[in-house]
């Protein structure tokens, strides 16, 4: 249904360029890959895609500066650019807007909102055309000043609504991750507090009431592993009663 949707992904990251692109493909997108901005640009020279998802950090120029320029530039000002990011630095947000980025999609990416991300941005794109461009706000921040005009302080609404809808599904992973390794914990083979064991023929009674040979019960609740062996004064005892065995024999 999306084969008409043509996305331009920019990552130097090989590896995540072609993951990008097996899962934008399986979600039946037709996808084309640039390894840095410099590339990218050629392409779009040749090639208009109906959208770019482009890294940040990449060298000579970075996603910002590549977007920069596509919005710059009147026959390719209308595509829409998704850029990943970590959004580790406050200033990310800032600098997106200032470069006229249509939306963030945060690293690593949620395969399962890629086409929400791609589906939102499309619709906001055309709802944008209406919103005039010519006057701005500057706005102050870490030693830097942004001009922010009304369509971006538009686009600064479906940016914050997409780095919360991200962080949401990240916290829900991470409740996930977290019940995970809880669970996981107490399935965890651990040896810890009272453990019954007979004075006697020194078994240990296990969780269910049975009673195992120390080796069975250790084997069974940590990573330890046991190679029989004989210790002197058990060896000693032994020669002793085998030798009085064969003496009373004589």
Partial sequence: MNKKIRILVVDDSATQ???????????????EVAKNGREALSSLS??????????????????????????????????PVILLT???????????LESGADQFMTKPFNETNITKHIEQVLV?????????????????????????????IHQMLDLLLSIYDDTINKNREL?????????????????????????TCKKIRDDAGYWQQVESYVSEHSEAMF????????????YEDINKYF???A
């Fill in 17 to 31: 360029a072609e993951h990008l692109r097996y899962v934008l493909e399986g979600c039946d997108y037709e996808v």
């Fill in 46 to 79: 040749a090639h208009i895609p109906t959208l770019i998802i482009s890294d940040i950090i990449m060298p000579e120029i970075d996603g910002f500066e590549l977007c920069t320029r596509i919005k710059a530039d009147e026959k390719i000002s209308h595509i």
């Fill in 86 to 96: 970590t959004l580790s630095e406050p200033e990310d947000v800032l600098r997106g």
């Fill in 124 to 152: 906001n794109v055309e709802k944008e055309k209406a919103i005039p461009t010519d006057s701005g706000l500057e706005i102050a921040f870490a030693g830097r000043k942004y001009l922010i005009t009304p369509r971006r």
């Fill in 175 to 199: 409740e996930n991750t977290i019940r995970a390794l809880t669970e996981a914990k107490e399935e965890v083979k651990t040896l810890s507090g009272f453990i019954p064991i007979c004075a």
């Fill in 227 to 238: 190679s029989h062996s004989i210790c002197p004064d058990c060896a000693k005892k032994a």
């Fill in 247 to 249: 003496n009373k024999k």
